[in-house]
T-cell receptor, first 110, second 109 residues
Framework: NAGVTQTPKFQVLKTGQSMTLQCAQD?????MSWYRQDPGMGLRLIHY???????DQGEVPNGYNVSRSTTEDFPLRLLSAAPSQTSVYFC?????????FGPGTRLTVL | AQRVTQPEKLLSVFKGAPVELKCNYS??????LFWYVQYSRQRLQLLLR??SRESIKGFTADLNKGETSFHLKKPFAQEEDSAMYYC???????????FGTGTKLQVIP
């Protein structure tokens, strides 16, 4: 039981490049979410999903896309990276009681 | 809209001193409150929930609906308590969680 896994752990992009951050969970949770963590701003919700095929926007969705084709996977896509997207990204899945977080992806956009 | 406020970015205390990490929230309905902790180089993990009314690692938190607060307390700080602490709110019946900006607790030996 791996819990929530994220890949890659680190990534450096140039402005304008695109990439996908991967997130997977093996706990059969319906709810999954993506956050970004920035100093002094805490965790801000980017997108979330309440089940396969259902996604919705969080607080800071601009510049990010998501899809949820399976219960297990919830990838986050950056279409055209910008320096403002330099951050640590956390994926989480949850049951009714608790959110379980992945280890994070540290992204730097030059 | 729901909001969680953690007024202190950094809280430094000496080992053995009491700790209180403040959390205030704004939400008109019945909220569920949580404290999450992130130790250095580790992922965020749940510390405690107000529903369970339990003590974890010596920490307790009481939901005060009158003052809309959910402060985290520990009578005697330990060095291993040094970490980033986040207060979080979830609307009853929903999964979406709102986090505060976090408080870094530094326990001085």
């Amino acid at each position: 039981n791996a819990g929530v896994t994220q890949t890659p752990k680190f990534q450096v992009l140039k402005t304008g490049q695109s990439m996908t951050l991967q997130c997977a969970q093996d706990m059969n949770h319906e709810y999954m979410s993506w956050y970004r963590q920035d100093p002094g701003m805490g965790l801000r919700l980017i997108h979330y999903s309440v089940g396969a095929g259902i996604t919705d926007q969080g607080e800071v969705p601009n510049g990010y896309n998501v899809s949820r084709s399976t219960t297990e996977d919830f990838p986050l896509r950056l279409l055209s990276a910008a320096p403002s997207q330099t951050s640590v990204y956390f994926c989480a899945s949850s049951n009714l009681d608790t959110q379980y977080f992945g280890p994070g992806t540290r992204l730097t956009v030059l | 809209a729901q909001r969680v406020t953690q007024p202190e970015k950094l809280l430094s205390v000496f080992k053995g001193a009491p700790v209180e990490l403040k959390c205030n929230y704004s939400y008109s309905g019945s909220p569920e409150l949580f404290w999450y902790v992130q130790y250095s180089r580790q992922r965020l993990q749940l510390l405690l929930r107000h529903i369970s009314r339990e003590s974890i690692k010596g920490f307790t938190a009481d939901l005060n609906k009158g003052e809309t607060s959910f402060h985290l307390k520990k009578p005697f700080a330990q060095e291993e308590d040094s970490a980033m602490y986040y207060c979080a709110l979830r609307r009853g019946g929903y999964q979406k969680v709102t986090f505060g900006t976090g408080t870094k607790l530094q326990v001085i030996p």
